[in-house]
């Protein structure tokens, strides 16, 4: 019986980005009744609506890059490991088939025995390390989102906005919105400004 070799598939890890929308809870202003609305309280409205583009504050925001170059890193370095060990075994079955045909039944079988449990162990550390990273991943994205979350919450209070939107190319909920109303790079200063103190 030869012991076959399957081809250990690669190892990624998705930073898959959850995104960014905030509702401030400012619903104390009480709707006189019977009014109608008028163009001055239409621009008010609007004037209190802003959006964020989450790609561009993703690609600008330094934790995020901070925080996808550490998870590159711990995914190449579980490749790595992956590969060199994938390696060894492949080594392991070569020169068990080249020594095959002068062991004696009993020598081949404990051989093919232990050689299926390495297999095995190896296929266990593939699905652990990629269950670890996607793990990992998922907890520091939800610590993105709440980052972003709670300084937008301080910044909407502070600006005066009712509610901030988000727009993404990979999801484009927000189909049409005035220039003007794109706060972008006010949010990635305020929040690279706030991560930077955070490092010193």
Do not use: H, W
């Amino acid at each position: 019986m030869k012991i076959s070799f399957k081809t250990i598939s690669k190892l990624t890890a998705g930073m898959a980005i959850a995104a960014v929308m905030v509702s401030c809870n400012n619903k104390e202003q009480a709707k006189t009744a019977g009014s109608t609305p008028t163009a001055t309280n239409a621009a008010a409205a609007a004037e209190e609506i802003v959006f964020v583009n989450s790609d561009s504050l993703l690609n600008n925001y330094n934790y995020f890059k901070d925080l996808r170059a550490t998870m590159e890193d711990k995914s190449k370095k579980a490749q790595s490991d992956l590969t060199a060990k994938g390696n060894a075994f492949q080594r392991e079955v070569a020169e068990y088939q080249q020594k095959a045909k002068d062991m004696s039944a009993d020598e081949r079988a404990a051989t093919e025995q232990r050689l299926a449990r390495k297999q095995q162990e190896l296929a266990a550390f593939n699905q652990n390390a990629s269950s670890a990273l996607a793990n990992e991943s998922a907890s520091e994205n939800e610590k993105l989102y709440d980052k972003v979350s709670e300084y937008l919450k301080g910044y909407a209070k502070k600006k005066g906005y009712k509610m901030v939107l988000t727009y993404s190319k990979s999801n484009p909920s927000l189909l049409f919105a005035d220039e003007s109303l794109d706060v972008t790079s006010d949010v990635v200063k305020g929040l690279n400004e706030a991560y930077k103190s955070t490092k010193k």
